[in-house]
């Protein structure tokens, strides 16, 4: 996961003056905004040019715990797959850490009941690691999967160092380093189960990286140069076959980055390893501002992409399915564990919609830099703005707008939207978000009455806030979202029990 310096430029225009009311929308219907007529006051003119003022900040803490060793801006957060109180942060300090996360217990009794109740100094979070080399700002973090084995960190230097993941106090085993690159956007793991330890990035030159990890090395598994332009963003499809990623200059590659589409038939007369390119030169698919995130849905057939001024554009993508027969292992020379031969033979894939675009969105009147699926049966696709809205559509009705919550993050840039997984089909309904206000909040993304105060569920305060210098650049919420882990400008991680 990471914190995107790319954003701070555009937060400084997301500043709005009016106040905007919410449309509520049922199915099908058309996106409505009521605009209301400004009636405040205005503030009596001081008569010294708010020299020697001093701004008034009403501070609310609702954390639970704290981790404060960083000096400087926590850029990116990840946590442990398995072990979801271990979390990971990097920061502008050029330090990454890795800490216990662990929320306190709670007293059996409040301090009302003590006959002498004294004031407690909370003490901070345990760094259970330091993981030393860093060379510049770390930009992005990730724990390997499935099992969280490694982890690793990116630098705006470009540099990628991988280590065991600690699990004892003491300072973290570096397995190695690469440095291919002046700079490093993102940084994700890769879902696939035949290919453990295999993380991607994307570089500021436009190219993609793939490396995968072992208890020695850390090796270059597959190179992508096609992007022109700065690569913003990417994601895996969730079983790991495909890679896709977007660039400032409109481009959209889904890679084959095993072999996978290859082996089940899938072809691209232009590029053995592309499965959909899209770029600028396609009309109907150009994005004036470039692209800033994508995501994939959890069945893998649809790919979003979002970007400047609001937009987004929604493209099919080849659907995997395993053949009833298996194929006889294939002789050829392949830098993959053995038994990927057979895994590839035995599967197939439709693509009736591969490289469609489906559908042109703009919901929203700037970037569009986080995007985030539902999970089954909700079939709705969450959208982040540096506008501070977020707009919900319904990818089973022709992503028609469900939902547009404006303001959501005031009149700050939403960093990140994400939808809670894996838990029951009302905890699934979650939607958690962080912004520029220093605020994390949740939202139902039902209808009914679960749409009463445009679904608003939880509100966490306890960064600065204020736009920027006091944002959250990020958040974790792993083991079924009980707690929220976030990641400060104002250089606090902060624990929020969420339960």
């Given amino acids: 996961m990471s914190g995107k310096p790319h954003r701070d430029d555009a937060m400084d225009d997301a500043h709005l003056e009016d106040e905007e009311e919410e449309a509520m929308l049922d199915e099908g219907e058309a996106e409505e905004t009521i605009e209301e007529d400004d009636n405040e006051d205005a503030a009596m ?98 724990f390997t999967l499935p099992q969280g084995e490694y982890v690793v960190t990116a630098t705006l230097a470009g540099l990628l160092s991988a280590y065991a993941t600690p699990t004892t106090t003491g300072p973290a085993r570096k397995i190695g380093t690469a440095n291919e690159v002046e700079e490093i956007n993102w940084l994700i793991p890769c879902p696939h189960p035949s290919h453990p330890n295999t993380v991607a990035l994307g570089a500021t030159d436009g190219s993609v990286w793939i490396y995968t990890i072992d208890t020695s090395s850390i090796t270059i598994v597959q190179t992508f140069f096609l992007h022109q332009a ?31 589409a290859a082996a089940a038939g899938v072809t691209n007369p232009s590029s053995g390893q592309v499965v959909v390119a899209l770029t600028a030169s396609d009309e109907r698919f150009a994005v004036e501002g470039g692209l800033y995130s994508v995501a994939i849905s959890p069945g893998g057939g649809i790919v979003a992409v979002g970007g400047a001024g609001g937009n987004i554009r929604i493209v099919g993508l080849p659907r995997f399915t395993a053949a009833s027969s298996v194929a006889k292992p294939s002789t050829a020379r392949s830098k993959a564990p053995a038994g990927k031969a057979a895994s590839k033979a035995s599967t197939t894939a439709s693509t009736g919609q591969m490289g469609t675009i489906l559908a042109s969105l703009q919901a929203q009147s700037d970037g569009v830099e986080t995007l985030s699926f539902s999970q089954p049966p909700l079939t709705l696709l969450a959208a982040g703005s540096v506008d501070g809205s977020i707009a919900l559509f319904d990818a089973a009705h022709n992503f028609t707008v469900r939902r547009n919550i404006r303001e959501a993050h005031e009149d700050d840039a939403v960093i990140k939207v994400e939808f809670l997984k894996g838990g029951s089909s009302e905890r699934n309904a979650l939607l958690t978000s962080c912004g520029n206000d220093g605020v994390v909040r949740r939202w139902d993304v039902r209808g009914g009455t679960a749409a009463a105060n445009r679904g608003l569920v939880g509100e966490w305060r306890g960064h600065r806030g204020g736009g920027e210098g006091g944002g959250v650049l990020g958040f974790v919420q792993g083991g079924g979202g009980n707690a929220i882990v976030t990641a400060g400008d104002d250089g606090i991680g902060l624990v929020f029990r969420a339960d």
Avoid: M
Wanted: charged share 25%; with cysteine.
């Fill in 45 to 142: 003119d001081s008569g010294d040019d708010d020299e020697g003022e001093h701004e008034e900040i009403d501070l609310v803490n609702d954390s639970i715990a704290h981790f404060d060793k960083h000096k400087d801006s926590i850029f990116c957060i990840a946590q442990h797959p398995l072990q979801p109180e271990i979390v990971a942060t990097g920061g502008g300090d050029d330090v990454a850490y890795v800490w216990d996360a662990s929320p306190p217990e709670r007293p059996l009794l409040p301090s009302s009941y003590e006959t002498n109740p004294q004031p407690r100094e909370r003490k901070g979070q345990e760094v259970i690691a330091t993981l030393d080399g860093q060379d510049e700002s770390v930009n992005a973090i990730c």
């Fill in 230 to 260: 700065s690569c913003t963003a990417g994601a895996w499809s969730p079983d790991g076959k495909l890679l896709a990623t977007v660039a400032e200059d409109s481009s959209l590659y889904v890679w084959d980055a095993f072999g996978d």
